[in-house]
């Protein structure tokens, strides 16, 4: 929750406005911190789910199946971000391409600058509410994988009775929820955990960790959330900013947006250590 807000009541700072140059690196550093949750945290733990000496040979042991689902959660998120996107970018206003049909004629027949200003400034409102649809798209796709990591690991913390692993679970979950939730924004995210929690002490006498049912439903849904937030912190966040003009024109922003990626990616990583 602390995430989700941070960024909504510091819009009156003029330095935390979204389109400033440090929110911009923050935002860097969260992509750095969900990746590395995705690597350090999730695929391991899928790894370990799917491979356990709990579950048959056949065909657990036989085949890479955390990859293979994270590479076609992967491809299907992009086939969702494409379809969403068409399918909405059709429900906007068909009015741009004949704005610029009309301002290229305008301006041949030498018409009233006045009225071509007017049609410009059209085409750049629906250039916006286009951009604005883009982003809506990409926190969607974004949360849904994000709500799904979040729940199997509330889960997980909720039937576990050793302190031992609650400790350093609780520690790697505030940093990198922290992160999420300021990258994100929304503020539903913020009970996907708790319930998770809740869900997982309201089960504790009858789920087991080491069941078979247990280890493949956490680690086929923890493969699907690596691939979704993989796709989404690689595609839609970092190289959505970083082939921007802002970073592009900007050289010494795009290092210190590197850094940020790297501080993240390492701080989330060495918390691996403990969780």
Known sequence: MIGVCIPIFTTSVPALKPDGDLFVVIKAFACGVILATRYMHVMPDSFVDLTSPCLPQHPWHKFPFTTFIAMISAIFTLMVDSFSLSY????????????NLETTKELELGHVHGHGLAIANGHEKNVNAEQLLRYRVVAQVLELGIVVHSVVIGLSMGASENPCTIKPLIAALCFHQLFEGMGLGML????????????????????????????I?????????????????????????????KLQSRIKLQLLCFIAIFLGAGGMSVMAIWA
């Not at 539903?188 to 049912?213: K, M, Q, W």
């Not at 923890?222 to 900013?241: F, K, P, Q, R, T």
């Open 88 to 99: 909405f970018k059709k429900k906007l206003p068909m009015s741009s391409s004949v704005n």
């Open 188 to 215: 539903h995210i913020t009970v996907t955990t708790p319930f998770g929690i809740a869900l997982g002490i309201g089960l504790s006498e009858v789920y087991s960790d080491t069941s078979p049912t247990a280890l």
């Open 217 to 245: 439903v956490e680690g086929v849904l923890n493969a699907i959330s690596v691939g979704l937030l993989n796709y989404m912190a690689l595609v839609d966040l970092l190289a959505n900013e970083f082939m921007g003009t």
